[in-house]
Structures are given as structure tokens and as C-alpha cells.
């Protein structure tokens, strides 16, 4: 007897594939643009899209954002509302950078320039322009994604997969997340053989911006690419960031 044959169903992976493959051009030429528009130093800040004006957590995100850039430092966000709209009202808008993708419910207050602003259709997408060609990473709480943020780059770092830079868990006032988060990556990761001890190692928790900044001091600015020798321009219109 031979068995009723049905139609095979597309792998879902490939629309997701199609996507990249049609952006990657379009975030090539904005992530060329964007750094070369940096003035010195560039640090990707990552946190909850939770984190509301007047908590501890997003004061302490705008305290940052406005001493980074007081030091020329461009500071790159994925975009959204919260920690991310945090920074970027400290930095204001000539050194923020954002890369977003579209969440239902994740509106940011304020929009950047299609030079300085990139919308993506991948998570993928996102985190690999957020964290290549950086000179240091802030963390603030946040949920699920942010830690999917935040162990990207330690598995990144602990492959060699990317240069390292300071991984720096800015940790406001209230529940001490990240000190329960390295003491747990300590005792049962690092300690049972899980993790190596570098992991813990490169993790400096600031509870202070001062104490923050203090962990990067040492960056010096990289060379610049001039401007004028980047395309402008990304052809992908003006996004929100």
C-alpha cells in the first residue's frame, strides 16, 4: 500500500534568512556611516524597555548617557522606550545611535535620523550591529532579552569570536540584580566546571555612573574613518530609534 504523500511545508527559518539577506546591504552601509560619524569612542548600552522616567534605573541610564557623551563618547541603544530612551535623552541626539526592531508596545519617546537610526527585522540582526565595532558595553536590569544580550557577548568574548571590550552591570538603586547574577555564574557555572573562569572575570558590576565611567577610563579613542570617504545615506527612509 503506498502511503498518501502531503505537500512539505516551507521551513520557517526561511523567510528569516530572506530578511537578513535583504537588509544586509542596507545595515552594511548605516553601520560604515554611523561610526565614522562618532567622534571618538563608542559604547553600546543595553536594559529594560520597562524602566519608566523618575525610577532609579532610568535616571541613573540618563545620568550616564549625559557623561558619556560629555566625554565624546557615542552611545548605541536598540532603540526602544526605557533604559534605551534613557540614554539617548542623555547623549541627545547628535551621539546616539539606535538600532530597533518592531515590538508591539515598544515605542521610543523620540526618533533619530535615518544616519544615525536603523530599523532590522532579526534579533539576530540587531545584536550583531550592537555589539561589533564597540569600545564598551553598559548593562542595566532588564528581562529576557537583555540577558539573551548579555550572554551573546560573553559566549562571543569566550570564543574569541570578538575583540574583547569592558563589559561594565550598571546596578541602580533596589533589588541587587546583578551581584545575585555573578555570584550565581560564579557558583554554578565558573565553580562546576560549567564556565570559565574568565567569564566572571571580564564582569565589572558599577554602582555608581562614576564608578561605571571609572571602569572604561583606560579606552583610548581609535582612529576615525572621515566622513566624507563613507557613503551617506542608507536607503532604508527615516526609522524611529
Excluded: C
Aim: charged share 20%; proline share 9%.
Amino acid at each position: 500500500m503506498i502511503e498518501p504523500t502531503t505537500p512539505s511545508t516551507p521551513p520557517a527559518v526561511l523567510p528569516v534568512l530572506d530578511s537578513v539577506t535583504r537588509e544586509a546591504d542596507a545595515a552594511r552601509t548605516w553601520s560604515r556611516t554611523s561610526r565614522a560619524l562618532a567622534p571618538a569612542r563608542v559604547a553600546t548600552v543595553f536594559g529594560s524597555a520597562r524602566a519608566v522616567r523618575g525610577e532609579p534605573a532610568y535616571e541613573m541610564a540618563r545620568e550616564l548617557g549625559a557623561a558619556l557623551a560629555a566625554r565624546r563618547w557615542t552611545t548605541l541603544t536598540g532603540g526602544g522606550p526605557g533604559i534605551m530612551q534613557a540614554v539617548r535623552d542623555g547623549s541627545g541626539p547628535v551621539l546616539s545611535r539606535a538600532v530597533r526592531i518592531d515590538i508591539p508596545g515598544e515605542v521610543p519617546d523620540t526618533v533619530l535620523d535615518e544616519e544615525r537610526s536603523l530599523t532590522v527585522g532579526t534579533f539576530a540582526l540587531r545584536k550583531l550591529l550592537l555589539t561589533h565595532d564597540i569600545d564598551a558595553l553598559f548593562v542595566f536590569p532588564g528581562g529576557v532579552g537583555t540577558f539573551d544580550e548579555l550572554f551573546e557577548v560573553l559566549v562571543h568574548h569566550d570564543t574569541a569570536r570578538l575583540d574583547r571590550y569592558p563589559v561594565v552591570l550598571v546596578q541602580p538603586e533596589g533589588p541587587r540584580l546583578w551581584h545575585a547574577f555573578v555570584q550565581f555564574v560564579q557558583q554554578h557555572l565558573v565553580d562546576t566546571g560549567l564556565a570559565g573562569p574568565t567569564v566572571v572575570k571580564e564582569l565589572v558590576v558599577a554602582e555608581s555612573v562614576d564608578a561605571a565611567l571609572e571602569a572604561v577610563s583606560a579606552i583610548a579613542p581609535p582612529p576615525r574613518t572621515p566622513v566624507a570617504d563613507v557613503p551617506t545615506g542608507t536607503g532604508t527612509g527615516h526609522h524611529p530609534g
